[in-house]
């Protein structure tokens, strides 16, 4: 657990200063797809406050990683708004199933960083390179500070010895621990993890969940989605049910969402999970 | 070894050179432009807007499906006749291998391009790059990595079709083959093998390194 207290130290400037003001807040949002007859995000609406973590849970096909593309600029929406810090960054309009990417612009995208499930390091760049490409690029920073940032991140991550790997010369937990620093260099304000361990094998998934947890304890502001209910548990300030697009259940006490939900839905849900609980529960 | 000494006869060694220079030059100016060209053709191919599609398709297919050889004759001829363009044969074979190389090769980047899954380039997006940045940084590098076995590939074709120039008489490696065979027919009637197996050598002795290129760019960027 060494990691998670470094990674602690490094980003609690980030968040825990400044808890309660809302880091994001989505309104209303709608999601509807081309051809599509229905919508796959409706008016779905939540505050994340700085320095908290949100877990969105839910079902395959509830819309889960199409709000973090949307909240990231990936897709289009086409009703609802979300805010960064206030300030409007996204409007839904109607028709735009069709349209790209958001228009925003390349420095409002570096102020939320995306992890993949399937990490989408650049595999034409070394370690390295991948975590100073967008540092140097576009926030134009000073190439020794980037590196010297970078050296840093990768030792917290225990992944310095690697920083002249090729991306194909990692596992599958090294190479999401460094798709981690990749988003974390920039110093995004709210960070999406999109089922960031679902690729993984059993023994890469705690390299990478205990990297998490310290930046959830540093403050660092996150939306996860996962369908590691024990993770989701232990790392969780809010819990979202999402099902259909809708939310079901929004719980600002994960504790009390993991033994005691509100609804019938959520309690089907989390039943479906127990063979997963069991055995953790005996250790 | 009978014929073979045609071979050693004065002058036929180093015409059989300058006829491969012809070749080389040919062949190796035709590659080069035909880089850009297909870099651009096949980004073009890679657009949205249906004009600039149609117009790519009717390119690449006209070229495809003409004979080099019909388009080295309306290059040669037609140019000449229509617009009053008096191409040399050899400027008339470099422009033929350019435009048939740029539009195989624009098709390969095409189909590399295509082949880069749309998450590098969400991935990209996320961290803040601008279209621009991403496709030089991001995706070009990695498209060229997939698409050079197969151009350098294509470069050892167009090496090798270049001895249709013979046919609009330039004068290149196999046309200095057939003067020097029919100077020695009486002299050194079985000297005939023994020329175009030099030239068979010469062929290979600028292929091979392709081959082998194309070969090693292949093991090393499989893993990628």
Redesign the interface.
Known sequence: MTETTDIAVATAANGAASANSAALSVRNLTKQYANAGRRVLDDVSFDVPKGRVLVVVGPSGSGKSTLLRTI???EPIQGGEIALEGKVIETGKPGTEKAG?SARS??L??H???V?Q?Y?L???KTVLGNIM??PL???KRDKAEVEREALELLGKVGLADRKDS?P?ELSGGQRQRIAIC??LI?HPEVLLLDEITAALDPEMVREVLDVVIGLARAGQTMIIVTHEMRFARAVADEIILLEDGHIVEHSNDPERFFTEPETDRARRFLRTFEFERAPHDQQ | MQGAEILLQPGVLPRLLQGLWVTVWIAATSVIVSVPVGLLVGWLMTLKNPVVRVLMRIYLDFIRIMPQLALLFLAYYGFARWFDWNLDATGACVLVFILWGGAELGDLVRGALQSIPEIQSESAYVLGLSNWQSFVHVILPQALRRLLPASVNLATRIVKTTSLAVLLGVVEVIKVGQQIIDANRFQYPDGTLWVYGVIFFMYFIVCWPLSIVARRLEKRWAND
């Open positions: 990231a600029g990936l990417r390349s420095e995208r570096t939320i960083g995306m993949f399937s989408e650049f595999p034409n490409m967008a690029l576009v926030q090729w194909h990749r988003a920039l």
